[in-house]
């Protein structure tokens, strides 16, 4: 056995993880991991971000996209500080992803050494796991147990802090083996009470969310629900899940849900929910199920034993994973009489739902992404942060069956450039469009110059109204015409996507999108599409005047 480095030791496991590409920004504090890097280049590469917030959210979007842990490389101190806001998008949007954090060497620990923070303490909370390997000789040990917490149970982040000497310590190791997953697999007995309630059900609904899908258990669900006839919901921000033309699909329970697709999950006598933890945004604010003990029967399957009866007392709790559970039921067995009729109107609900509505100004979104939807490909990827432009792809684009959504469900701005970027790195033959806001683009537009790096390209859409436009409208509610703190004045964004090297087009009318979005898509390189928007736009449904004469009026009853 050779005798090698702790950097050496330590990119050798990730090649054992069979980890095709990390994220990262380089710092002083891990050069010998670097240079490990550097010979397992093809291999493995290192992709270089512009700030450890954009690495961090491409990492968790590789994980995501691949279901295996995303890795990303920061330095310590201001690294593990700027990378902060992937972590935890990974732990709410229960994403697998290892982040290896650089340390202070050993024999200045304790005095706030340069750049030293306890990382055990500050991501105590965020991160599932959080650990400092002391030893390069137990290398192979904390990196195969890191892989492993991330991707069981409820996947989630592991931060790894990685003092310096031991790095340039060695050591004589063996590598740790490829490791999974653990499976969790549903008892038989449980399965049959499972079948006898939806059989039995009136107002049945399933509702799919979480990770630790994979292409089986998404074709799983096709088959369980054309063979049940049960409708099916997405929870929020995985509408990936399932084919949003089909006609089961019922629509997406998050936020901004359709009233009648609301109602049909209180309603429900029976509520079929796989991989999904039921958190706020999916439940409307914890307002769709009563606290402990829902009205519904809730058949509650979850990977994680946890998150099962976290919140909803089930009538039956299952831990499983989605693809387990459903590889384990009969869905003949577990289809109700009037199964047909129930899953028609829920689709006939959802798409009325998506069916345009006027909107002021010259630019509507809802001609733009009903274009977006037609023309985009069947395995195209689209991504978004945060903010109102997003409920425009949210309730008209439809996802699924190959459609991928990469959103994050924690709700953090600045998510739509580096996953778009992850998306295309790891899918380089799909078409990934990038939405953003004007503020939610700023907040990580720097990784523009990652993906003309890389020649990722991808088409970046921003929607610019001028504002912080989903605060403004909170605003407008509750302190009408007191505007502050939420107007922005934005560069010229097709411009400054030119000065990065990238394609640049600006729109002020919807019929410039579609000639636009073709020549972007056939550039060459990365693009970007600056679309100005009227701020009266600022929902789906109203405008800013509207809301504040409401605001007014809720002011004088
Ligand atoms: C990292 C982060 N910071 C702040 C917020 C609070 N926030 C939610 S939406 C929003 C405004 C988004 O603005 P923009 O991207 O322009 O979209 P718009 O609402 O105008 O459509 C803000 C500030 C957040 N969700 N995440
Ligand atoms: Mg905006």
């Given amino acids: 056995m050779a005798v090698r480095t702790g950097g050496e030791i330590l990119v050798a496991n990730l090649v054992a993880q069979r980890v095709t590409h990390a994220f990262g920004v380089p710092g002083e504090s891990y050069l010998a991991v670097l240079d490990a890097l550097h010979d397992v280049r093809d291999q493995l590469p290192f992709v270089i971000c512009r700030q450890e917030g954009g690495a961090t959210y491409t990492a968790e979007a590789y994980g995501k996209l691949t279901g295996r842990p995303g890795v990303v490389f920061v330095t310590r101190g201001p690294g593990a500080t700027n990378a902060a806001v992937g972590i935890h998008t990974a732990a709410q949007d229960s994403t697998p992803l290892v982040a290896f954090v650089g340390q202070i060497g050993s024999d200045t620990v304790d005095r706030e050494a340069f750049q030293e923070i306890d990382y055990r303490r500050m991501y105590g909370s965020v991160a599932k796991w959080v650990a400092q390997i002391d030893r390069a000789g137990r290398i192979p040990e904390y990196v195969a147990h890191a ?18 000497d031991m790095l340039t310590s060695s050591a004589e190791v063996a590598d740790a083996p490829y490791v999974e997953g653990t499976a969790a697999a549903p008892a038989r007995d449980d399965v049959l009470r499972a079948e006898a309630m939806l059989r039995t059900a009136v107002r049945p609904l399933v509702i799919v969310g979480g990770s630790r899908w994979d292409a089986a258990a998404r074709a799983a669900l096709a088959r369980f629900a054309d063979a049940s006839q049960l409708p099916v919901a997405c929870a929020f921000r995985h509408q990936d899940l399932f084919a949003n033309r089909h006609p089961l699909y019922a629509g997406d329970v998050g936020i901004g849900i359709n009233p009648r697709l609301a109602a049909r999950v209180r309603d429900a006598d029976v509520l079929l929910v796989i991989g999904e933890r039921l958190g706020e945004t999916t439940t409307s604010g914890y307002t769709l199920l009563d606290v402990p003990l829902p009205k519904q029967a809730l058949l509650h399957v979850h990977p994680d034993a946890l998150e099962l009866g976290r919140v909803y007392q089930p009538a039956l709790a299952i831990a499983a994973t989605p693809g387990a559970f459903i590889a384990a039921i009969d869905p003949h067995a577990s289809r109700p009489a009037a199964a ?10 959802y798409d009325a739902w998506r069916a345009p509505r006027p909107v002021p100004g010259d630019v509507d979104l809802w001609t733009i992404v009903q274009w977006l939807d037609e023309r985009l490909p069947a395995d195209a990827v689209l991504t978004n942060g945060a903010g109102n432009y997003a ?19 924690s709700g953090a701005m600045g998510y739509g450039v580096p996953s778009a970027v992850a998306a295309k790195i790891v899918h380089p033959e799909r078409v990934v469009v990038s939405w953003n806001g004007d503020g939610c683009y700023m907040m990580n537009g720097q990784e523009l110059a990652t993906a003309v790096q890389y020649d990722a390209r991808v088409v970046f859409v921003v929607i610019d109204n001028g ?41 002020a009318r919807t019929d410039e999108f579609a000639p636009a979005f073709e020549r972007a898509v056939l550039a060459g390189r990365p693009a970007l599409l600056h679309v100005r928007v009227d701020p009266q736009a600022v929902t789906m449904t109203t405008t800013l005047a509207a809301l504040r004469e409401q605001g007014f009026a809720a002011r004088s009853t």
């Fill in 391 to 409: 409920t425009w792809v949210h309730r008209v684009f439809r996802y699924g069956a190959g459609r991928r959504q990469l959103a994050p469900y």
């Fill in 467 to 507: 504002m912080y436009g989903t605060i403004r409208m909170h605003q407008e509610r509750h302190y009408p015409a007191r505007v502050y703190g939420t107007d922005l004045v934005n560069p010229d964004f097709a411009q400054l996507a030119r000065a990065y090297g990238a394609h640049g087009e600006t729109i």
């Fill in 147 to 164: 892989f492993r917490i991330a991707m069981s149970g409820r996947p989630g982040p592991v931060v790894l802090a990685l003092p310096e």
């Fill in 340 to 349: 047909q009729t129930i899953a028609a109107s829920a689709h006939a609900d």
